[in-house]
T-cell receptor, first 119, second 111 residues
Framework: GAVVSQHPSRVICKSGTSVKIECRSL??????MFWYRQFPKKSLMLMAT?????????EQGVEKDKFLINHASLTLSTLTVTSAHPEDSSFYIC???????????????FGPGTRLTVL | GQNIDQPTEMTATEGAIVQINCTYQ??????LFWYQQHAGEAPTFLSY????GLEEKGRFSSFLSRSKGYSYLLLKELQMKDSASYLC????????????FGSGTKLNVKP
């Protein structure tokens, strides 16, 4: 299957700082990538859909100014958590689809995730 | 709203068979996916059903009944490495990019 990488895998930061997380599709191009958040023992919650060359689409309840998304190329999307606070501590996972064709069974390929801890 | 239910936790014995159920109530439907997730890692794809019936893939099988809003994942010949969380996800009927995930079932495989 296709490979998606994330960097960093783990980050600890002080409250008030900003943290950038990168998501890369290594062997395919992805015009659309997705950012999820996962709390302990909870499922994945879609935060936003990242579209290459255009603005991201945020899910209801997700602050656009808090979670900045940039999809500058067909293989890279970044999520920046601005002015992070302890409640932003979570596991952030990105995913990408290999093809944009509808009606197919192509699944999302997930990155390994980034564990963010805000002190 | 979208509602996807799975049991929180299950325990089974190595070598046995276990069935993990998933029921869903969503405004639209375009496929149901099962993912395996080990602690601290990203989910990995296991199976996909869009039509009613059983899909078999080695030790893993997945069943779907759209009229009942029900699916199950069947794991045979359980191995210790199968200890993980199993996530049921429904793809939105209108937006192929949108997946709704259940909270996951933590499977503990014991010797």
């Amino acid at each position: 299957g296709a490979v998606v990488s994330q960097h960093p895998s783990r980050v600890i930061c002080k409250s008030g700082t900003s943290v950038k997380i990168e998501c890369r599709s290594l062997d395919f191009q992805a015009t659309t990538m997705f950012w999820y958040r996962q709390f302990p023992k909870k499922s994945l919650m879609l935060m936003a859909t990242s579209n290459e060359g255009s603005k991201a689409t945020y899910e209801q309840g997700v602050e656009k100014d808090k979670f900045l998304i940039n999809h500058a190329s067909l293989t890279l999307s970044t999520l920046t958590v601005t002015s992070a606070h302890p409640e932003d501590s979570s596991f952030y996972i990105c995913s990408a689809r290999e093809s944009e064709t509808s009606g197919s069974d192509n699944e999302q390929f997930f990155g390994p995730g980034t564990r963010l801890t805000v002190l | 709203g979208q509602n996807i239910d799975q049991p929180t936790e299950m325990t089974a014995t190595e070598g046995a068979i276990v069935q993990i159920n998933c029921t869903y109530q969503t405004s639209g439907f375009n496929g149901l996916f099962w993912y395996q997730q080990h602690a601290g890692e990203a989910p990995t794809f296991l199976s996909y059903n869009v039509l009613d019936g059983l899909e078999e893939k080695g030790r893993f099988s997945s069943f779907l009944s759209r009229s009942k809003g029900y699916s199950y994942l069947l794991l045979k010949e359980l191995q210790m490495k199968d200890s993980a969380s199993y996530l049921c996800a429904v793809r939105d009927g209108d937006n192929f990019n949108k997946f709704y995930f259940g909270s996951g079932t933590k499977l503990n495989v014991k010797p």
